[in-house]
T-cell receptor, first 111, second 111 residues
Framework: RKEVEQDPGPFNVPEGATVAFNCTYS??????FFWYRQDCRKEPKLLMS???SGNEDGRFTAQLNRASQYISLLIRDSKLSDSATYLCVVNSWGGNTPLVFGKGTRLSVIA | DGGITQSPKYLFRKEGQNVTLSCEQN?????MYWYRQDPGQGLRLIYY???????QKGDIAEGYSVSREKKESFPLTVTSAQKNPTAFYLCASRTGENEQFFGPGTRLTVL
């Protein structure tokens, strides 16, 4: 089983749609979780950290289910500018050990 | 402005030549990382350093070398032993469970 798994997509959705991305991780001792966004030919940038209680930032909601080792990202009212690849990222081993990156889910929002 | 800089942005190399990619951070982060990304693919870890004067191999270290003589700097040398070096190279830094920041990347093309 891969350490972090994501549906690669692509997800093609109309503007205004709600879209959900899922991610599973294999190490139950993982401590911290993130969603990063990567635009074409650019570096990844942090979209949001994921907290145990779930957290929301505007149109974006992230949730963590430790029992199922599952992380989700919900985007409401999709905008054209949301088109990007979304990376699920896990700090599997703690401290400064390398983060584990999913391969990413590509989203295209269509007018 | 705090951040990570990488230079050059684009680099062209003839087969058989070694090249060094620069990465500098002024975020006072302990750990630094090098990743390679091929078109349409995820990030792959080349080398990482959790502390000055120490570094470890990642998943694809063959044909690459690094040094970490200063906290701020983590240069990557792509040697002639690297069979297929054309790729997008990303440097990142982080401390502990916090957000990982990426530099803007260097696109290396072997002619």
């Amino acid at each position: 089983r891969k350490e972090v798994e994501q549906d690669p997509g692509p997800f093609n959705v109309p503007e205004g749609a709600t879209v959900a991305f899922n991610c599973t991780y294999s190490n139950s001792a993982s401590q911290s979780f993130f969603w990063y966004r990567q635009d074409c030919r650019k570096e990844p940038k942090l979209l949001m950290s994921v907290y145990s209680s779930g957290n929301e930032d505007g149109r974006f909601t992230a949730q963590l289910n430790r029992a199922s080792q599952y992380i989700s990202l919900l985007i409401r009212d999709s905008k054209l500018s949301d088109s990007a690849t979304y990376l699920c990222v896990v700090n599997s081993w703690g401290g400064n050990t390398p983060l584990v990156f999913g391969k990413g889910t590509r989203l295209s929002v269509i007018a | 402005d705090g951040g990570i800089t990488q230079s050059p942005k684009y680099l062209f190399r003839k087969e058989g030549q070694n090249v060094t990619l620069s990465c500098e951070q002024n975020l006072n982060h302990d750990a630094m990382y090098w990743y390679r990304q091929d078109p349409g693919q995820g990030l792959r870890l080349i080398y990482y350093s959790q502390i000055v004067n120490d570094f470890q191999k990642g998943d694809i270290a063959e044909g690459y070398s690094v040094s970490r003589e200063k906290k701020e700097s983590f240069p990557l040398t792509v040697t002639s032993a690297q069979k297929n070096p054309t790729a997008f190279y990303l440097c990142a830094s982080r401390t502990g469970e916090n957000e990982q920041f990426f530099g803007p990347g260097t696109r290396l093309t072997v002619l």
